[in-house]
C-alpha cells in the first residue's frame, strides 16, 4: 500500500500509479463504512479548499463541498466570473495566493486547449495540491468513483470483464472528451478489456489514445476501437455510454452539432443493453440528456448503477482529500 500521498496534485489519471489509486479506494471505502455507522472521520479539521468554477456542475460541487465538510473541514465555492481573473489575476498569481489562503486548490477548467494548461499553471505555482475536477483533457475524479463502483458490482477481479466505452448521441451541446479519456486510461489498469465505439468523427486526442494502448499492453488487457455500438455492446460486463463532442475534428459548436445529428441512432435503449450480459451494469457520470442519448427505461432500469456511482464521486474524493491535503 502506498501511504504518503501528502502534496501532491491530481491532474491527470496517470498521476497515480496503480498502487497509489488502489490506496485511495481502500480509504474511500473506509471513509464510506464510516459515514454509514455514523463514525467521525474529520482528518481535515481546519482545513479549507478553494472550489474554483469555470463551468457549471451538479454533482462535482455537491460532492466536493458536502465531503469536505465531512472531513470536518471547509470548501470554498468560487465562480470564475465572480473573481477578478478576467481582469487580471494570472494562473501563477491565483495558485501563488489561494496558496497561501487554502490547503487544497479544486478546479474545473472544459474549455478546449485552456483548461489543463490552466491547471498546470496554477500547480506549478502553488504549495498546495492542485485536484482537477475536470479539464478538457481529463475527469480523474469521475473515474476514480466509476473504478470503484465497477469494483463494488464485480469484483475486485476485473480480468476478461469486457467494459464498453461508447459515445451516444446527445442534443444539448457537445460535451468534453474528458470522460472517455480517463476511462480508457484508467480502465485497463484494473485488468479490464476496453472496447471503445464512436463514430468517426468522434475520435480521442492521438496521445491518450497511446497511453491507453501502453496502459492495456502492461496490464495484459484489451484495448480495441470500433465504429460499430452494437458490435462493442456484444456480451458486455460494463457499459458506459456517453455523449462527448467532435472536438478533435471541429470546436465550431455549429459545425459540431450539424456532425452529431448524424448519429441519433447512437441512444443506449433496452433493445442494445440485451445485446449485453445479463448482468451488464449500466453506467453515466451525468447529466444525460434523458430518451436521447439514453432511454428512461435504461436509466431507471435494474442494470442502472448511475445513483451508486453518483454517491462514490463524494468517498472517492474524500479519500483523495484525506490523502493529500492532510
Ligand atoms: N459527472 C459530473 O461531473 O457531474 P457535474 O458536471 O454535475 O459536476
Redesign the pocket.
Known sequence: MQSDLRGRDLIGDLDFSKEEVETILDVAWDLKRKRALGESHAYLRDKTLAMLFF?????????FESGMAQLGGHAAFIESRTTQISHGDTETEMGEIFGRYFDGIAI?HVDWGIGNRYLNLVASASRVPVLN??CEIY?P??CLADIMTIIEKKGRNLKRKKMVVSWAYASSYLKPIS?PQSLILQMPRFGLDVVLAHPPEFKLMPEIMEQAQEAARVAGAGFEVTDDMEAAFKDADVVYAKSWGPLLTTQDPDEGKVIQDKYKSWITDQRKMDLAKEDAIYMH???ADRDVEVTSEVMDGPNSVVFDQ?EN?MHAQKAVMALTMR
Open positions: 463551468f457549471s456542475s451538479t454533482r462535482t460541487r455537491g460532492s474545473r475536477m475536470q475527469h475524479h469521475q470522460v457520470p451525468l447529466p453518483a464521486r
